[in-house]
């Protein structure tokens, strides 16, 4: 299968090449990027020795046509005007927000701009595989949303939907690879700091789309996001009233079912908590949980690394099911501690 | 006056040596430590360069007893059992948990051991100042339960106070100056994990108990704790329902009403965040809020110095009470960041 | 005193904000900047809350010209642009590099443009105190410049000057308030890399400059510096060959009698080692030494803060000289680690 | 090939673990430790989750002498201890230094207690192949060791080589899993400082010991080693007096034709640096040299993973080489940065 990946100077772009580089089944044949065509690719991610000696190319129609499977990993806006473009046979992940979206309204409110219209929603462990599959065009969840909806999904039924409280604190790689002052080193080492606050961040509709429609049920969120001072990894706080009697136990036995055929999801041993430096570098998915008889709420602590699972890994999860592969084929890697 | 500090190693310690070598009333008399005695208070505290030569003493109760007011920066348990042995006219501010709580049942719940009963909880913003001045001894809260409860304390009466939300995570001084392995840079660097997982942290009862006296309304809190990489601060994003009709204009009103007269606690300007990075070496309390309509809950982000305003500021602010000093005598200084 | 600051919205600047508000003789009257005039000084700084609700000025000469002295922290080139519009009779303490040098050749060879001439080079612990206290202008040494000269003037007639190495590496603050991407927090942390790499980094002239000028010896110094994952903060590690016969004693009765009377330089107690987290906030220098008679060198290990010693705190000192105050008044603050 | 490891629960154990856990020809059949024996492995190693359920094993004899192959990572004397029990047919890469040093006086001086001899040592670019090929046992150099014998090897003939200089910085898990006061996050994070100062550091003299053997000449280092706030990597900067005319151009030859061949060692393009975080989780030494003609003086910046080619990455070269494997058998990942 020959791959392209257009974005790829970015991080979640960096992370895409070093997975394909590794996969057995794919094969990079375009790698694009805008504003840094015509720059080293290993000046950009050193880490990724065997590009030596390969430049980004400028984007082009011609070439990302002649690819079975593109991954787009733009800003939104970005993605859906180069994609109009494409030959409809072309395969595509779209790692960016353009198409996650079925209702316009959202799309206006937490977005603005045209609205593209939507593709199926890529989550594997909540969207049926069947339509991944027959799918030539999978739109890639956020990564707050992917922490977020796969913490939740399991107890929908069990809680109150309509009133779920979620902090979720990222590394800075999720603020993409942008020259800001408030992003620089001096401005965010020691600090933690809240942003996109007040339930505005854009992460929230896709969350309440994708819950609710494995649900049929309202779904709010409530959602808090943070800096925090490491590169990488987010760990999402996720309580909601129960509103069924329940026990901690039982509660346990219903995540343990739900995520027990997922090769990424893993409920941890009682204990041990999620830990965001332990999947770095994987798509995995560290959960605990716990029952707070005290405020009668469920809480859920996820981790998962951003650039993995919240998006280059779960973008390959979806073209692997895309292409019939295995579903970790090429994402089988340990984590890097 | 003659201070003495005992539990002057630790990192509670230290700062309160820190802030006492620079304060206008205070004299330091009497540095005591119990595994670190005799040790050079540099080699511990190298930052304390105007110690230099100086060693940290035994505990003795005789030369407490010559101390106006001791401050005591102890394990939960040891307080009390150095603190019945003291004079009766020496003044204490005790940093640990031993006298904080009034219900017995609490005490045994989240500690465990005997029960030393309860002194003013002196947390000065929401605490009468005048039953602080005429304390001879007072518990000074814990580093959580300052962030929180200053957070919520505002609109107590205008939220749903049985169900108080909150996420809050701490720099590694806060678990002390320990050789644990899971406290090593190694695992605790690029890493966000909860722990004391599920409303067990031992400071949720100390948080209830402020509130609902100052309310007369049953409190309830969910708090999940989270360990941050980087040595000092604590975010806390707290989350409650409002039962009254509101604005978010309103309810910066309420907040800046609220503080209006506090020296240390200020309400940012819209569109400005609290960092932790912000407030590091002060008794600064830095607050945000938002209402989130979406789902009908007021949203606070509160960053404090978990040594400052979390530990000595605070204990120095009660003993300048208890003194009838200005309450920030000593405590002016700007931030370090 | 009257005293201005302009480049107010860098890190010296904040820096030289804080400790000049806290000055018992200076009264600060001027605060500004350039592109971020007329915005709010607490949203660049925002751990300087006793600076709420004022602004940036724009840089004038008419309010500048009302000051009694003037602290000007721009980059080369800009400050000698300024200076040459001010009134003769206006004291000036340049943080930058336009006066350092007194050799128009280096000059050109490392910064390049107009060359602006030379003015008292103030390191008052190696410049003579006459000097700086006669002289309306003042060039305050560069940060790295600080940390080496300090470390081998004490035993330069000893040593081997024209082959002296240096290998320092700063904290992130050293290269600015500045939105690039190699200094994004993404980019820095968990990372040690090296720039201006290959004797090519411009401190190098200076230290050459003023080590040379107290001994009447050539002087050469290997530097390499190196980018830490930290925000503030020098170590450098200096080296020699000895070219007199001498024991590790007999070296450090050298340091401790060079430095004998200096408030800000200390020559740890064997055994313990210099740390940037305990210089943090101060103007103290934390020096160690050994000497390594398997290659018969002298090794140096210095501590500072790149924004207190080497570059605010150091300034005020030079201000406080030039205005016939302490050399530390102002300047006693315990470190903040 | 069966592998046993013994160490296991450290943190080279456990690159050790996720290395052969993904290499193509060795299948882990004994895994080991002391203290941790009968833990769960992903409670120490909490990435590595394809070891979910399996517990360290006690340290014994008899599974061991099943194994084909052990790498041992022991704290030094302890590997000694155990190997003496082995059987002799049992091939061994020992991490540890017991077996590093050809002479005892050296292992005297900078270790102490029983010397066991000396091993084939494991540098596979600077060893003869066929040396290692031909061992049963070899002895895996140290971090340092492998950074700074690299940078020197390529023109040791052109320097002078008895006044070598090197300041080498390692993030924290160069100092092992120890539960150690000065080793928590609260010390070491936002801090510079130097350790083993003063020439005293053990990996001194099997650096000079493999460079004297590759170069019969004497061969002197002055080497202060510094712990950097970072959990992973080393960057070493070494210089070193040309005795030879040379260009930049010439030297770049000789390291280019050098490694020429190498799987792991590049020489970066002009004008890139090495970074630590570009070599994380890989074998990959990155280098990059200047000459520095104002001292006439080669400096050359090399970054590695001390847990990589630095540990982990290193033995299993080495194992590969004595298995007759490619030698870069299960490591040719990228980086994870």
Redesign the interface.
């Known amino acids: 299968m020959k791959i392209g990946v257009v974005g790829a100077s970015g991080?979640a772009g960096?992370e895409l090449l070093?997975l394909l580089?590794?996969h057995p089944n794919f094969e990079i044949s375009f790698i694009g990027a805008h504003t840094n065509a015509g720059e080293?690719i290993?000046?950009l991610?050193?880490?990724?020795?065997?590009f030596?000696g390969q430049q980004f190319s400028a984007v082009n129609v011609d070439d990302l046509n002649k690819c079975d499977l593109v991954f787009t990993a733009l800003p939104h806006g970005e993605s859906a005007k180069l994609i109009s473009q494409l030959n409809e046979k072309v395969k595509i992940v779209d790692l960016g927000a353009d198409y996650r979206l079925t209702d316009k309204t959202q799309w206006d409110k937490y977005y603005g701009g045209s609205y593209a219209g939507s593709w199926t929603y890529g989550l594997p462990e909540l969207t049926d595989h069947q339509l991944i599959t027959k799918s030539k065009h999978v739109a890639s969840p956020g990564c707050y949303a992917t922490a977020i909806a796969l913490s939740v999904a399991p107890v929908i039924n069990q809680i109150d939907s309509?009133?779920i409280?979620v902090?979720a604190?990222s590394?800075?790689?999720g603020?993409g690879?942008?020259?800001?002052?408030n992003?620089?080193?001096?401005?965010?080492?020691?600090?933690?700091?809240?942003?996109k606050?007040?339930?505005v961040h854009q992460h929230?509709p896709e969350i309440e789309q994708i819950l609710s429609s494995i649900s049929n049920k309202s779904v709010?969120?409530?959602f808090?996001p943070?800096l925090?001072?490491?590169?990488?990894?987010i760990?999402a706080?996720v309580?909601a009233?129960l509103i069924t009697a329940t026990s901690a136990q039982k509660l346990r036995t219903v995540y343990s079912d739900f995520y027990d055929k997922s090769k990424f999801v893993?409920l941890l041993?009682e204990g041990?908590?999620?830990?965001?430096?332990?999947?770095?570098?994987?798509s995995?998915v560290?959960m605990?949980i716990?029952?707070?008889?005290?405020?009668n709420?469920i809480?859920i602590?996820t981790?998962i690394d951003n650039l993995g699972k919240g998006a280059a890994g779960q973008a390959i999860q979806n073209a692997n099911l895309m292409c019939n592969l295995a579903e970790d084929a090429g994402l089988k890697?340990?984590?890097?501690?």
Do not use: C, W
């Not at 925090?228 to 990894?233: E, H, K, L, N, Q």
């Open positions: 991080y960096g070093r580089s590794e080293s290993t000046a991610h050193p880490q990724l020795i065997q030596e309509e009133d409280v902090v604190a590394g800075t790689t603020a690879r942008t020259a800001k002052v992003l620089i080193g001096s401005e965010v080492m020691n600090n933690l700091t809240s942003y606050f007040g339930g929230t709010k969120i409530s808090t943070i925090a001072p490491m590169p990488r990894g760990l706080t309580t009233k893993s041993t041990q908590m999620p830990m965001t430096n332990s999947v770095l570098g994987t995995n560290s605990q716990a029952l707070d008889s005290h405020v709420r809480i602590s981790a890697l340990a984590g890097v501690r």
